[in-house]
């Protein structure tokens, strides 16, 4: 049922593609890329993408998971990761955000390898949208896009690679408890996580001056809003064309 909310719809995972413009403000060749990729999986009746089952990949969702079980996140939002919304008026648009606090914001939850974690997390530190807007087009308009689909006005961008003591405790887990099974994760998806050296896994040393979670929690620029629901709405247009 999920997946019949994003086959042949603008997702918001794809926002900073129907964003993406020219010097003239007009919208770049990405824009036309991306209802080109649409029209066909309606043509098909199916994802014109094969999910590739990567290590980051599966790491990504099991860290989303142990994120959300950590009480300061818990606390404050309700998962929602299998929830799949298409907007109340706009055709062919829809969005899974990661996390919601109904009625106040959303979040999109990233957790990536060191190299890009550095990256995000240094800029997030910053506090600025626009550094975000120019630096992480894809986790911007992604969560802008959530934040309509959610008729809420904030928006929070968290990311999330455990230290070494809590990956080590994450891979007891997994060796002696059903935490993989009972979130509806394949076991089999994870063995490298229990078989590889540690060392090839992401983590944060415990003494890094890093912390292992880096937020940053903005009210979503209306302007910004306004300029994704009329791509849409002009993807939506050039769709039946």
Request: glycine share 4%.
């Amino acid at each position: 049922m999920e997946e019949e909310k994003r086959n042949g719809y603008f997702t918001s995972s794809q926002m900073s593609r129907l964003c993406a413009s020219l010097k003239n403000g007009k919208p770049s060749q990405a824009f036309y890329t991306y209802i080109d990729e649409v029209k066909g999986e309606i043509a098909m009746g199916r994802s014109s993408d094969v999910q590739v089952n990567t290590k980051p990949l599966k790491y990504g969702s099991l860290m989303e998971i142990i994120l959300f079980q950590k009480e300061e996140i818990e606390r404050e939002y309700r998962m929602a990761h299998k929830l799949t919304i298409k907007h109340d008026t706009i055709e062919h648009y829809s969005g899974t955000p990661d996390f919601i606090l109904p009625g106040v914001k959303v979040a999109e939850v990233k957790c990536y390898y060191p190299k890009h974690f550095a990256s995000i997390s240094l800029d997030l530190l910053k506090k600025d949208i626009e550094i975000i807007k120019e630096n992480h087009k894809e986790v911007y308009w992604q969560v802008v896009s959530n934040s309509i689909l959610c008729d809420v006005d904030k928006a929070e961008i968290i990311v999330f690679m455990p230290y070494k003591s809590e990956m080590e405790q994450i891979i007891k887990d997994i060796e002696e408890t059903n935490i993989l099974e009972g979130n509806n994760l394949d076991p089999s998806d994870y063995y490298f996580m229990t078989h590889d050296n540690i060392n090839t896994l992401p983590y944060l040393p415990n003494d890094s001056k890093m912390n292992n979670i880096n937020r940053f929690e903005f009210i979503v620029p209306l302007e910004d809003k306004e300029l994704l629901i009329s791509r849409v709405k002009e993807a939506v247009e050039l769709l039946n064309t």
